[in-house]
């Protein structure tokens, strides 16, 4: 079946520093892979998507590369700000039976520090 | 933009009571979810609707009923509450076409059964 492994969070970082959370995933068709950003006491929000092998998907200034050969959708974003304190879910798009579910990792917590 | 509406944000029951949760969107998709979001779990699939008059189970269907009367609204019932579903309730919905579309969330229901 698909699933998708997160890097396990709190995350804790300062302002202008780099970010990097991992996602790896296993499937068994050509998922689409996607990044969603959870705002506290919000729902989840699409950041960012990428459809096939080597798409980079951007917004933000958050970015993440879909790499068939590693399996994986890494999440990277430069320079962090206040505002960008969330949790962070990675998710693949996937047919089965008659739909194209999503498959969520577990959710990686970021706290940006002033 | 409406999107995707969820009534109520909050709720408290009793065990053994039972309760219905609303969500509505506007923007004539014909996918709709209802997942549930635990802490350390990710989001996980509860039932599911292809279009109007449909529904089918997800990966954690039992205890919770579904109805889809309606194209803009997505019904879930919880018929005999249960402290194991306390939770928080998401809804979100999709358009129709291949995986890569995707989803939008409300902004969810907190659940507390007692």
């Known amino acids: 079946g698909n699933s998708v492994t997160q890097m396990e969070g709190p995350v804790t970082l300062s302002e202008e520093a780099f970010l990097t959370i991992n996602c790896t995933y296993t499937?068994?068709?050509?998922?689409?892979l996607f990044w969603y950003v959870q705002y506290p006491g919000e729902g989840l929000q699409l950041l960012l998507k990428?459809?096939?092998?080597?798409d980079k998907g951007s917004n933000k200034g958050f970015e993440a590369t879909y790499r068939k050969e590693t399996t994986s959708f890494h999440l990277e974003k430069g320079s962090v700000q206040v505002s960008d304190s969330a949790v962070y879910f990675c998710?693949?798009?996937?047919?089965?039976?008659?739909?194209?579910?999503?498959?969520f990792g577990a959710g990686t917590t970021v706290t940006v520090r002033a | 933009n409406a999107g995707v509406t969820q009534t109520p944000k909050f709720r408290v029951l009793k065990t053994g009571q039972s309760m219905t949760l609303l969500c509505a969107q506007d923007?004539?998709?014909?996918?709709m979810y209802w997942y549930r979001q635990d802490p350390g779990m990710g989001l996980r699939l509860i039932h599911y609707?292809?279009?109007?008059?449909?529904?089918a189970k997800g990966e954690v269907p039992d205890g919770y009923n579904v109805s889809r009367l309606k194209k803009q609204n997505f019904l879930l019932g919880l018929e005999s509450a249960a402290p194991s579903q306390t939770s928080v309730y998401f809804c979100?919905?999709?358009?129709?076409?291949?995986?890569?579309?995707?989803?939008?969330f409300g902004d969810g229901t907190r659940l507390s059964i007692l």
């Open positions: 979100a919905s999709r358009n129709g076409g291949f995986g890569n579309q995707p989803q939008h």
């Open positions: 499937a068994t068709g050509y998922p689409s």
């Open positions: 990428a459809t096939k092998a080597d």
């Open positions: 998710a693949l798009s996937d047919l089965s039976e008659n739909d194209y579910k999503l498959s």
């Open positions: 923007m004539n998709h014909e996918y």
């Open positions: 609707s292809v279009g109007e008059g449909t529904t």
